[in-house]
């Protein structure tokens, strides 16, 4: 939970050397966020206390989630069967409130967000579900420890092309969830494109503090799953699996970094199609395991 | 059953008092609130009792009708039903007492009182009754007087417009009802239902079934009356109608499945098929629609697909041999019933404040009122997270169930059976998605921002009775969701009765989910700690900071106008557009002409589809092939009189012959 800030430094890090530039030094991320803890706030005059609510119900149920997720040789604080769509529905109440929060200050700029958020999430939602019910169906297992702990090198060996598909669409779903490139562009702040960042215009000081850390542990949380998919091995030594895991953190970080480099956003209705496209893969996936 | 007996006279009392109190004032009021509260109040314990498994009681004595009796019965699925129609019928008695008292002078609340108590009586002998005729009558009863009360403000066309879609819809589902008592008497020559046998033809009765209550349910396509008549009740009435009485068609196809014995796999398919178009298309067009009551009207017809989704995956898991997932099927079916009651209730009555306070339905002309009625806004957030199916409500818990059923399944099953599982899975969780963003709609569009309209910016906080009782069930999905492992443990005896397994094994699976539903309830309890926690962190970081408040950030340009936020319509319009296929939004659009544009609009609308292209057009070709017949009606008794002689004339030569 403690490194789950450094993804971003290290994304803007490849970022910026794909661009040529030296970039932003690795913690930076650290650095905003203690800045932010100790500043004062403004609200607006038009918010409630839904608005004072959105930043400490999404960093809850995102701490919550994690305590449900396995990350390396160590298992979740408390596996149970379909634990994972509880992961799943925090995160939607996390969004839930986030997106009440944004629309009570009454800004057009936000509501657009919104609008955009709700929407790709309602489409990346079944992708997300699908592409575990393949894992499931191919470990047998319904909580994520176990389903992530049991993808093994033989199990790739014997279903490479589900495991894959299984990954691509849940890599859809790991960019539109945690709104980059090429769903929605972070490092804009004034465009009517955005979605995510226009958001979260209104908040400030230890507000816009507890948000950004939530969407470091949601991309964390996201990414976990990927990885403990694509790195299958399993050695007995839980600090060598561990170690092995935040590699792949990183390594998946480097590649979004690279994405985000490579290509331009998409127009919004295409975005619609992508994700439409990562709910056939997962569905796909399902197929194969089917046989 | 005597507690219950009591109930039903106490309704009655009830009726006839508001009847004899018409013209005295408050009197009429006091009597017909009066009967349900003690006809609840003596019913909800003998119900509850019997739902947790007591043993059943029945009665029965002989009627004069041809084919009736009176027999009654109360047992663990009727008992299971009946907990929410008492509990709602109370609650929106006690919110309709405050509610009709704007409309006093100009209507008599006798009439509205004398239904109100005759329906809750009539969905009492509903469930309770085991008999055909005696089914069919309590029914016809249902319908009637909650036709009476959707058309209590019948000066209003579009009301007696809704009241005529609604009376056509209960009667059309009546037929087929009808029908399915005859066939399954037929073999035993009684229709009491302990001597139906359905040995044969199985699949047609079930069909019959699932047409007739169907409508009363809600089922696409058969749900056209539920968006018509839910926005023209009070609100009180549409809380009623849409928490409990659209629960009787369930209760109905449950209990006839129960009777036809083995359930085969098609219906299964079917019940899947049902659930997820009713569930996708329901949401979408409640994200489409600007009424606020017809959207929640929409929602149900949405809700009632997820209940139909875990019937699907129950009756799957019973013909594939899988206890596990028919329980949790099941249950979460059935738990569904229930919770949709509980929200659903609130959300009405919560809307109802609105209109009571704004006089508008109409989304786009609200906003900001969560200031303005703190209580009421309260009470629709908890409403709104609980149907969009949130942790650590009660509307995740029993989708939990259904997804977990059909994860279960999904593992399990081989080849094509383990499709509709999967389709339940990324049915749910679309539906999860598209209920969020509809939430997220008329709740941040209706109570947060700024004011709309004149309406919105005089809206004040309605009285304690219009509160308590959304204050009330909002507990209750507070506490469900807390306490989620022992309500389903104590749905044992019900699931065993439904599905036709053994005990244990029932309470085998049953622990197995609740293992889990505990786990969720402490995660859900951990993360409102958690939040506590941060905004007393936030509180004590903040207390020596310099706050301030100030406009809302635009982009620099600081006088925003209350007409430049976002509406729900734009709100929802990259979902809406997404989906066009299935909702064909059409535009009224004038478009600004020429360089100093003076006028222009934007106006969108989406109609039913399946009114627009299937009802709409298959009415008026019936009616058009009637007009054939008019000549017959020529207003002249010799005429009629010949007819009936000749009619007459032909019955007796066919019977010589």
Known sequence: MMLAPLIQGVINR??????????????????????????????????????????????????????????????????????????????????????????????SFEAMGASREVTFSALAEPAFFLGLAALARQTGTLSLTSMLGSVSIAMWMRAAPALGLSIAAL?????????????????????????????????SGPDFAMIQYAAALKMWLLGAVIIAIAVPWHSGNSLLEGGCAIAGMFALAVVVGIIESSMARLRMLRVTQLLIAAVVLSGLALALVQR | MSALLIALLSFGAGAMGALAFANRGRAATICGAGGILIGCACGIIPALRVA?????????????????????????????????????????????????????????????????????????VVILSRNGVLFLMAWEVMALSSFFLVTFEDEKESTRQAGWV?????????????????????????????????????????????????????????????????????????????????KTGIYGLVRVM????????????????????????????????HDLKRLLAYHSVENIGIIALGLGVGTLGLCAGLPAVAVMGFAGALLHVLNHALFKGLLFLAAGNVVHSTHSREIDHLGGLLRRMPRTGAIFLIGAAAIS??????????????????????????????????????????????????????????????????????????????????AVLAGACILIGLLGASVVSAMAPLISEVTGLSAPIVRASLSTAAHSIALVSITGGALAGLATLFAIGRAIALSNRSVSTNLT???????????????????????????????????????????????ASLATETPDPCQEYIYRPL????????LLLRPLQQGQVQLYILYIAVTLLLLLLWQLA
């Open chain 2, 619 to 626: 009415f008026s070709a019936i009616g058009r092939d009637l």
């Open chain 2, 553 to 599: 950030w635009d982009c620099g340009y600081a006088e925003p106008s209350r007409r430049m936020q976002y509406t729900a319509s734009s709100f929802a319009q990259p979902l809406t557009d997404t989906f066009d296929l299935m909702l064909q939004t059409r535009r009224h659009v004038i478009a600004p002409q020429g360089l100093f544009p003076k006028e």
């Open chain 2, 389 to 470: 199916g949130l942790p650590p409500l009660n509307g995740f818990i029993s989708e939990f169930l259904i997804y977990l059923a059909s994860f279960k399944g999904a593992v399990t099953l081989e080849g094509a059976n383990s499709v509709p599982m999967l389709a339940t899975i990324a049915g749910l969780a679309l539906i999860g998605g598209l209920a969020a963003a509809c939430f997220t709609k008329a709740f941040g569009i209706v109570f947060l921002g700024e004011p709309r309209s004149e309406h919105a910016e005089q809206a004040h906080e309605v009285g304690l009775a219009m509160v308590m009782p959304g």
């Open chain 1, 171 to 203: 890599g859809v779903v790991f960019l539109a969830e945690n709104a980059r490139i090429p769903v929605d562009d972070p490092t804009t702040h004034l465009e009517l494109t955005m979605i995510h960042e226009v958001m979260v215009l209104d908040h």
């Open chain 2, 52 to 124: 947790l498994g007591e043993p059943s009681q029945s009665i029965r004595m002989a009627w004069d009708v041809p084919y009736g009796s009176l027999f009654l019965e109360l047992d663990p699925l009727s008992g299971f039903f009946l907990i929410p129609v008492f509990v709602l019928c109370a609650l929106a008695a006690i919110y309709g007492t405050d509610y009709l008292e704007a409309y006093r002078g100009r209507k008599t609340l006798a009439a509205p009182w004398f239904f109100f108590n005759l329906l809750v009586a009539s969905m009492v």
């Open chain 2, 258 to 289: 129960m009777l036809l014995g083995a359930p085969q796999a098609w219906w299964g398919w079917v019940l899947c098929g049902i659930g997820l178009s009713s569930g996708v298309i329901g949401v979408l067009l409640a994200l489409a629609q």
């Open chain 2, 166 to 246: 609604y009376l056509v819809a209960s009667h059309i589902g009546t037929a087929f009802l009808l029908v399915l008592f005859i066939l399954l008497g037929r073999a035993s020559g009684s229709l009491d239902f302990d001597r139906f046998s359905a040995s044969s033809g199985a699949g047609l009765l079930f069909v019959l079934a699932l047409v007739g209550f169907g409508t009363k349910a809600g089922f696409i396509p058969l749900h056209v009356w539920l968006p018509e008549a839910h926005p023209a009740a009070p609100s009180h009435v549409s809380a009623v109608m849409s928490a409990v009485m659209i």
């Open chain 1, 14 to 107: 490849t970022k910026a050397i794909a661009a040529g530039r030296v970039g932003q030094p690795l913690v930076q991320p650290y650095r905003d966020l203690i800045k932010l803890v100790r500043k004062g706030a403004v609200y607006s005059r038009t918010t409630t206390w839904v608005f004072r609510m959105g930043p400490v119900v999404g960093l809850a149920a995102m701490i919550c989630a994690m305590a449900l997720l396995p990350f390396g040789a160590f298992p979740a604080l408390a596996p149970f069967a379909g634990d994972l769509v509880m992961v799943a529905y925090l995160l939607a109440l996390a969004r839930f409130f986030m997106v009440l929060a944004a629309l009570d200050t009454g800004s």
